[in-house]
């Protein structure tokens, strides 16, 4: 019903309009097809135009082929601009659009599990129109190229016109609309979103065997099984976090009015999904290449909407926001759409795969792969085990009329536990240093190479740090350079504003600082560039960078609005600049950091709990273990240590600790009060016992990848590196068996 | 060692029934998904009321959306069993459905009988009752879901002429006594016996209507229809109950502060008392570890202990994110035999189920140690709980207790402080100080005897030699300093306030600078006294510090007092001027001065059972500070008895009306900028653009 009065609606705004736009179109059609001579080459470069496929070329449900790759053929249909790809050894294909038409969906579902392109319509406060290429009038100028096809699309109707460029070749499907070849040009319609073959890989109910996999934390799976309708939605998430620059902070539940209960979902840290269709052995890889910093993963069980499974990509453009005109959340607000569209590239490439890889550890080897070969990812680094052993220096609680120090681990301390740890044959280790600096860890930002007197000053610190490098161990100091503590440090200028132009501020829930800010990324180039030029003069070298390496945002500043692209672009520019004067390691950071940092700190070892999630599975561990050494989330806060060492085993991640020298309940008072256990001396035995297994282990797999993850039934995952060695992990409480081996309950055994 | 056996015993079960569970995941519809990560964070309570966060308490375990091929319509309540298996009351579908523990349909039942139930209560012989609102009657089932009884509205008169019968929710103990809780019936829950078709036997555990100071000013002014109207006078009604194996009740009532949740023994006394409970409670259980638990309607789960101390509170809302573990709409809680909370959802149809972790199970452990006095024991679980959560409060006190016991009183003393057991701290207290007196009461009585001995030599001594005439002669030239002079008047001023008041008046005997620096003393001793007397005493959350509130409030105080009073004396022909009243009132409050120092020291030296001293001290100085600002008020105006008071009342009055005054200017000021602010936000805005 509400479709229809919509679309009405919108005929009778476009015949009202109709002469007005028709100008513009006809301008814009030949801007679009004559502008930007160097994408156009780039295009061409690769791939000449060709003439459209004989009438006797083979078809697939009406579609035609039009190119093929060294395992893939593609198939094309003008009508829809659909796509087919088929694995060329066993004729199995997946497809871009619904071929069953259960006829239960109403038409604008029709058109989008039809429909190549998917756009939603900004007008007005309405964002919710869609608009695609099966009811809308369409124009489509095709192009068929040796590996693809080109098409360009025009809307009358809404002024709308863009270009899709889809070529086949043995690096994958690349699927791309250029940013030069998106017009709007009707000033009452705005692209709100592009989605790019939203329906490709997709199935009806459980017709075919398998799964989608979803960037949900380490990696989640849903099976594409009947799901009854339980689900009314699926995953939707944006790719390298919520953006801050948007969302207002104010709407949660708080307990008792004060205390911040539900967490926050898992980030998206790497741009992918993946749907295998395991009874078909043929599967595909997502892999947002352009447009990511402002894209969401969609990941959608049947029941949500209609009956089919889908994941794709859904790239924003612009967004409504809120602009209030009071500090007075009561009084007035605008409602107002974004002045500016995204300038990006929007561009998916699927990775197909086939035969026994057509699973998510085939994906993992693939993005892997991917990343490598785009040299997104060192394949140079130091994979062998060490056990991470953090410390927390100080930290302030309030006293009298300001605060005072609360120290819990000196450099001096330091020394010794390395001392401690040595004699009982631990030397293999990886540390961070946090809140060494002069004030506390909240202190932030850190401008200068000054460490707390309380922590026994720069002298100590440097002292520590060349101890360690002489016993060789990697002590990393800790620098947020995101944060900005306005009761330490004047935060008038240089921080981040949200897109309408209000402060935009990060609630601690804590006591001592009740807030942190965020610095502009031009300020936090200058103020870890300088701090990193005066560490590095003083000999330091090693650098752990946190807040940067994992939150995006949309922000204005000075009158001016930059978009993720910029934040992420001067995020990347500042820490290769400070990648190449330092031992740089990085906190969770985002996949498009990855090729700067020599280590992965804090990756998570499950996912957000979604209902629809029906498996989790260590995607990122997977894609990363054996090229980068992966450091888990700190053991102290987990409640299940058993289960959480078998995740260590299993992934092969190695085990973090949070440290301190005195006793954590000093910490009460303070805002690392969430610090609630850390003791060494309550640690000493477990990092012991960690460290031996977990390096046994390591040390028959080290320098390998795995190449096959398998969760059987009985609880057994099973674990195989490219050596030959497998690793069997038993989940259940029950000793059970697999392959052969017995494997007692909440254990694991090594073969090979 | 059997405890250990049993528990072996009981894993395996368990993983029987996980495995049972798996394998007719298929055929039973239900999603198994065991989560080691939450949505929640779990936090637990220190002994100021503030939250700390701590390891997961529970994990979402499994989420039981369907019941064999049943799916649940709007399901209003459930019991879990001992043996696993359950009854779920499925409200929209007005029929009740058994599963076993592994949710396979047993049966259905109830279909064509129910109306619109609310309420139901299994008990461990499968006799269901069930409490049907619209059907105005309790129906009973047996174990093969045949009705076998029926009970509708009392007809005693005891039950209330003109009271409806609208039943919601049921718990019946192990004689078949039913307690209802009744729409509308605010005389308490209904206890009906099953003999005689139905014997009404009178209303139990009532809740208390609140009687405060303004209810009783209102209802003097109220008229009768008016006052019958009121709703604080109406007691409210309780949401949800459940009962335990001895038969003892548990309500949850909504908005009743510390009564939300009661533990009501056979007389309807309640025996417990929350430190923290939440608003909008909806449903309640009991555990088995004497442990309650209580879920609200926003989502947040409950475990305290039997005294009502808080040990977890987790879960909450699902604003539509779909996350495991976040709830929607609670409607009853249950837990099983093996501590699993078993949580029911009506808007999402589904049973929610919890597993606790490693470390709540250590925390249970101690916990039933500790009930039950085994102190020794229950001190191994309990150091695990502190060594994975340093700062879990409970523990913390349960250990200083533990300690205590063992007569590790050193140890036992900071436990308590970090758990702010002020009694565990008294004891504990007690026992450090007599240790030290005992060790060392012989070289106190020897210091004390050689400095008796000291100053009497010493005064022979002067009086023969003039020893200290140096000092004397130091003393009367600082005594000579004008500011010393007057500062050193307020031990006069404290004995003889009226002769000094004279002086005062007419003799300009002190001046406001000598008044200002006795205020800056002041406030140094209020701050000194406020953060650092003895932990006992202390009012003050440790580590929380508002020093320059503490000193604005002081000197805001002094002014309103000081300037109101003289306002008032001055239209009322008294004879003081204004630095006379200033510097009297400063002056009265000498013994404040005076006596605070001791009571400092002794706060840091009393327990409990002498702090009847530090009391004292404060009645003894209230009661002086009283005295001589009365006097002060009254000599420097020289007024009668019956006109100060009449002042000081007075004065009183126009303090409320500045601070009201005070009130409504800030508001409307801050109407005032928050229009202009908006106004430039929008022209700014609309020019920016």
């Known amino acids: 019903m509400v479709t229809k009065k919509k679309r009405f609606m919108c005929m009778v705004l476009s015949t009202a309009i109709v002469a007005q736009i028709s100008s513009s179109v006809i301008a814009g059609n030949t801007l679009a097809a004559g502008s930007d001579p160097a994408y156009t080459s780039q295009v061409l470069l690769e791939a000449s135009e060709v003439s459209a496929p004989a009438a006797n070329a083979p078809k697939i449900n009406d579609h035609v082929k039009i190119a093929e790759s060294t395992d893939y053929n593609l198939y094309f249909l003008e009508d829809d601009l659909s796509i087919i790809v088929e694995d060329k050894k066993t004729g199995k294909y997946m497809e871009s659009a619904i071929s069953y038409d259960d006829g239960k969906s109403n038409k604008t579902w029709y058109a989008a599990m039809k429909s190549a392109l998917v756009l939603t319509i900004i007008s007005g406060n309405d964002d919710t129109k869609q608009a695609d290429l099966i009811t809308d009038d369409v124009t489509k100028d095709i192009t068929y190229l040796e590996n693809g096809f080109r098409a360009k699309v025009k809307w009358k109707k809404y002024g709308f016109g863009m270009e899709l460029i889809v070529q086949l070749t043995d690096e994958g499907l690349s699927v791309r609309i250029p940013d030069s070849s998106i017009v709007e040009e009707n000033e009452n319609f705005f692209i709100g979103t592009i989605s790019m073959y939203p329906f490709l890989g997709n199935s009806y109910l459980d017709d075919k065997e398998g799964y989608i996999l979803f960037p949900d934390g380490n990696g989640g799976l849903i099976y594409l099984n009947d799901k009854e309708g339980t689900y009314s939605t699926g995953f939707s998430s944006m790719i390298y976090g919520k953006d801050y620059g948007f969302e207002d902070s104010q709407v949660i539940n708080l307990l008792w009015d004060r205390y911040e209960m539900v967490t926050e979902a898992e980030q998206v840290i790497a741009p992918i999904f993946g749907i295998a269709h395991t009874d078909d052995k043929i599967a595909y890889l997502g892999v947002v290449e352009d447009g990511a910093m402002r894209a969401s993963i969609e990941a959608h069980p049947n029941g949500v909407n209609v009956n089919y499974n889908r994941a794709f990509a859904k790239f924003v453009l612009r967004r409504n926001y809120t602009q209030p005109t009071s500090n007075n959340s009561t009084s007035g607000s605008l409602h107002l759409t974004e002045a500016d569209r995204t300038h990006s590239d929007l561009a998916v490439r699927y990775l197909f795969l086939s035969g026994d890889d057509a699973d998510y550890a085939g994906m993992a080897t693939a993005y892997r792969d991917y990343l490598v070969n785009n040299g997104e990812l060192k394949t140079s680094l130091d994979t062998s085990y060490d056990t991470r052993v953090d410390f927390l220096g100080t930290d302030r609680e309030s006293w009298l009329m300001g605060t005072r120090g609360v120290t819990m681990t000196t450099a001096d301390d330091i020394v010794d536990i390395y001392d401690d740890l040595e004699k009982s044959g631990v030397t293999d280790l990886f540390s961070v240093y946090k809140g060494w600096q002069d004030g506390g860890i909240n202190d932030l930002p850190i401008t200068k190479y000054d460490a707390d007197s309380k922590v026994g000053g720069t002298g100590d610190v440097k002292k520590a740090l060349s101890n360690a490098e002489s016993r060789g161990i990697s002590l990393y100091l800790y620098d947020d350079a995101l944060r900005i503590n306005p009761d330490e440090h004047n935060a008038t200028f240089n921080v981040v504003k949200r897109i309408n132009k209000r402060r935009f501020t990060e609630e601690t829930y804590k006591d001592v600082y009740e807030q942190m800010l965020f610095l502009t990324p031009a300020r936090s180039t200058k103020l870890l560039n300088g701090f990193v030029n005066k560490y590095t003069k003083k000999k330091g070298s090693n650098l752990a960078v946190a807040g940067i390496s994992n939150a995006l945002f949309s922000y204005t500043y000075g009158g001016k609005t930059y978009t993720r692209f910029n934040t992420a672009e001067s995020y990347e520019t500042l820490l290769d600049n400070v990648a190449e004067k330092t031992d740089l390691v990085l906190e969770q950071p985002f996949s498009y950091l990855w090729h700067d940092t020599e280590a992965f700190l804090d990756m998570p070892m499950y996912t957000s709990s979604f209902m629809f999630e029906d498996e989790s599975v260590p995607f990122l561990s997977l894609v990363l273990k054996g090229v980068m050494p992966v450091y888990s989330e700190y053991v102290n806060f987990e409640a299940n240590k058993t289960e959480f060492f078998l995740k260590l085993v299993e992934t092969g991640t190695f085990p973090s600790f949070y440290v301190t020298k005195e006793n954590t309940a000093d910490l009460l008072y303070t805002n690392s009060n969430d610090i609630y256990s850390a003791q060494y001396d309550v640690y000493k035995d477990t990092i012991i016992s960690y460290t031996n297994s977990l390096k046994e282990l390591n040390s028959k797999t080290e320098g390998s990848t795995i190449v096959e993850h398998d969760i059987l039934g009985n609880g057994i995952t099973r674990v195989i590196y490219s050596n030959g060695v497998k690793v069997y992990v038993n989940y259940s409480q029950d000793t059970q068996s697999a392959d052969g081996t017995t494997v007692e309950g909440m254990s694991y055994k090594i073969v090979g | ?689």
């Open chain 2, 1 to 689: 060692m059997k405890k250990l056996n049993f528990r072996k015993i009981k894993n395996k079960l368990l993983l029987l029934f996980v495995f049972l569970l798996a394998f007719t995941f298929l055929q039973t519809g239900a999603d198994i998904n065991i989560q080691a990560d939450t949505p929640y964070k779990t936090y637990t309570i220190d002994g100021y009321g503030y939250v700390t966060e701590t390891q997961t308490a529970y994990l979402p375990y499994e989420t039981i959306i369907k019941i064999g091929d049943e799916s649940l319509n709007a399901p209003t309540d459930f019991t879990v069993l001992s043996d696993g298996s359950y009854y779920v009351l499925d409200s929209g579908n007005k029929r009740i459905i058994a599963s076993d523990a592994n949710n396979n349909l047993i049966k259905t039942f109830g279909e064509g009988v129910l109306q619109n139930p609310k309420g139901m209560y299994v008990a461990e012989d499968k006799t269901c009752y069930v409490a049907d609102r619209d059907a105005r009657s309790i129906f009973v089932f047996d174990e093969a879901g045949n009705l076998t009884a029926t009970y509708g509205r009392p007809t005693e008169a005891m039950y209330g002429e003109t009271q409806d019968f609208l039943p919601l929710k049921i718990v019946a103990n192990q004689y078949g006594t039913m307690y209802v809780i009744c729409e509308s019936n605010t005389n308490g829950m209904v206890q009906i016996s099953p003999v005689e078709g139905g014997t009404f036997l009178g209303y139990f555990g009532t809740n208390s209507t609140t009687a405060g100071l303004w209810n009783i000013i209102w209802r003097a002014v109220l008229t009768d229809a008016q006052r019958a109207k009121m709703v604080g006078n109406i007691p409210s009604t309780p949401d949800n109950m459940a009962i335990d194996d001895k038969g003892i009740i548990y309500t949850v009532t909504r908005g009743e502060g510390k009564e939300s949740l009661k533990r009501l023994n056979i007389a309807g006394v309640n025996m417990i008392s929350p430190d923290k409970t939440d608003d909008v409670p909806v449903a309640v259980a009991t555990g088995n570890h004497d442990n309650v638990f209580v879920a609200s309607q926003q989502g947040y789960i409950y475990e305290y202990n039997n005294e009502g101390d808080l040990l977890f509170v987790f879960g909450g809302s699902d604003d539509g994110q779909q996350r495991i573990g976040l709830s929607t709409k609670i409607e009853a809680i249950q837990v099983g035999n093996d501590d699993k909370i078993y949580v029911l959802d009506s808007d999402k149809a589904q049973i929610q189920v919890y597993v606790p972790t490693e470390f709540t199970n250590q925390l249970h452990d101690a916990l039933y140690l500790f009930s039950k006095g085994r102190y020794e024991e229950s001190m191994e679980p309990l150091s695990e709980v502190l060594k994975m959560n340093n700062l879990f409060d409970y523990a913390n006190m349960a250990m200083g207790r533990a300690l205590y016991k063992e007569g590790e009183y050193k140890q036992s003393l900071e436990y308590a402080e970090l758990a702010k057991d002020l009694d565990g701290y008294s004891d504990s207290f007690w026992e450090v100080r007599n240790s030290w007196l005992k060790k060392h009461l012989g070289s106190v009585i020897v210091i004390v005897f050689i400095l008796i001995v000291a100053f009497y030599v010493i005064l022979i001594v002067d009086a023969k030699t003039g020893l200290l005439n140096g000092l004397r002669s130091l003393g009367s030239r600082l005594g000579a300093k004008k500011l010393i002079h007057e500062l050193s008047y307020l031990f006069y001023y404290i004995k003889h306030p009226i002769n000094a008041c004279y002086e005062v008046k007419f003799h300009n005997r002190v001046s406001v600078a000598s008044a200002n620096i006795l205020v800056a003393i002041f406030t140094v001793f209020f701050i000194i006294n406020k953060y650092f007397c003895g932990f006992l005493v202390k009012q003050v959350r440790e580590g929380s510090y508002d020093i320059l509130s503490d000193i604005g409030t002081i000197i805001l105080v002094l002014l309103i007092v000081v300037g109101c009073n003289y306002l008032m004396c001055t239209i009322n022909e008294g004879e003081g001027k204004l630095k006379a009243i200033y510097c009297g009132f400063i002056y009265s409050a000498g013994p404040y001065l005076v006596l605070m120092p001791i009571i400092f020291a002794l706060s840091h030296v009393v327990t409990y059972n002498e702090i009847f001293f530090v009391q004292f001290g404060y009645f003894l100085m209230g009661c002086w500070i009283v005295a001589l600002e009365f006097i002060t008020v009254k000599e420097l105006n020289d007024y009668s008895v019956k006109d100060t008071i009449k002042i000081i009342l007075l004065t009183a009055f126009t303090i409320l009306i500045v601070l009201l005054l005070a009130f409504i200017i800030y508001v409307l000021w801050s109407q005032v900028f928050d229009f202009i602010s908006s106004l430039i936000g929008e022209v700014v805005y609309r020019i920016g653009n």
